[in-house]
């Protein structure tokens, strides 16, 4: 279900009624999380959505507020299972009120392509934020500060896809995930300690079948990349793919959240 919601003069709103599991505030969480950030308001700017992570519980609202002199948009990735489009023109607003628990991961059509063989957004050219991409993802909590689990734990690096997938897996506390690397390069998973509840050592995953796990006792979000494809920019706080990358622009990066 989408419903229109009033906002100021120019601004949009719309309320989601579905489920989003795909792969940024927000609320007061009882578990621990990042929080350098107000992330119930993300502002667009330069070409970037700024902060790129936003953790918000059901029944919260989001704000988009264009900084830029162009257009810019929030667009939902296919694969999150509800499709919307905000469009947010240049000194306006828009928002979204999220009803159902999940992962929402978005982009700007203006500024960004969706590639749907890789479930992954590119920078356009011509975007003031190229190489990094206009996107972000909003992480929902129900009441008890969790979203639905995942099926598996396993995450799975395919044959020269250079993706993480799913990009996002939720699990217990306690839990331990695991990455599979298919692909004949070697990978690492590091997360990014402004995005991540707890330290976690970097994870080496060998070509052809090397893996690696790591046991998850904190709860919170953690945002990782494979740092010899992508770099965290902590003056932008945005990922930024690097151009040795066989995806690039692409970012390889991906998330994981503990519940309580």
């Known amino acids: 279900m989408l419903v229109l919601l009033p906002l100021a003069a120019g601004a949009v709103a719309i309320l989601l009624g579905g489920i989003f599991v795909a792969g940024l505030g927000l609320a007061e969480l009882r578990f621990a999380i ?16 700024g ?34 489009c905000v469009p ?13 628990p999940g992962v929402y991961r978005y982009y700007s059509r203006e500024d960004a392509c969706y590639d749907a063989a890789l479930n992954s957004v590119e920078a356009n050219l011509e975007s003031p934020g190229f190489p990094a991409p206009m996107c972000g ?6 009441v008890r500060d969790a979203v639905p689990l995942s099926a598996s734990a396993t ?5 020269a896809s250079r993706m993480f997938e799913p990009w996002a897996v939720t699990v217990k506390t306690g ?14 998973v590091a997360t990014v300690p ?28 953690y945002y990782y990349d494979c740092s010899g494809n992508a770099m965290w920019d902590p003056g932008k706080s945005i990922m930024v793919p690097l151009e ?15 519940t309580p």
Not at 40 to 49: D, N
Not at 155 to 159: D, K, S, Y
Not at 194 to 221: C, I, K, Y
């Open 137 to 142: 993802v909003v992480v929902v909590l129900d």
């Open 194 to 221: 402004e995005l991540a509840a707890a330290a976690v050592p970097t994870l080496s995953l060998p070509g052809d079948g090397g893996t690696a796990s790591h046991t998850f006792w904190q709860p919170g979000v």
């Open 155 to 159: 995450v799975t690096i395919p044959v």
């Open 88 to 100: 947010v023109a240049a000194g306006d607003s828009g928002a979204v009120t999220f009803s159902r």
């Open 34 to 49: 990042p929080e350098p950030v107000n992330t119930r308001t993300v502002t667009m700017r330069g070409g970037l959505f």
């Open 244 to 258: 040795n990358y066989d995806s690039y622009p692409h970012v390889m990066d991906g998330l994981v959240i503990v």
């Open 175 to 188: 839990s331990t995930v695991t990455w599979v690397n298919r692909d004949c390069s070697m990978h690492v």
């Open 51 to 84: 902060p790129v992570l936003a953790i918000v519980h059901v029944g919260d609202t989001v704000t988009w507020t264009n900084l830029d002199s162009s257009a810019h948009s929030v667009v939902a990735y296919p694969t999150n299972g509800t499709s919307f």
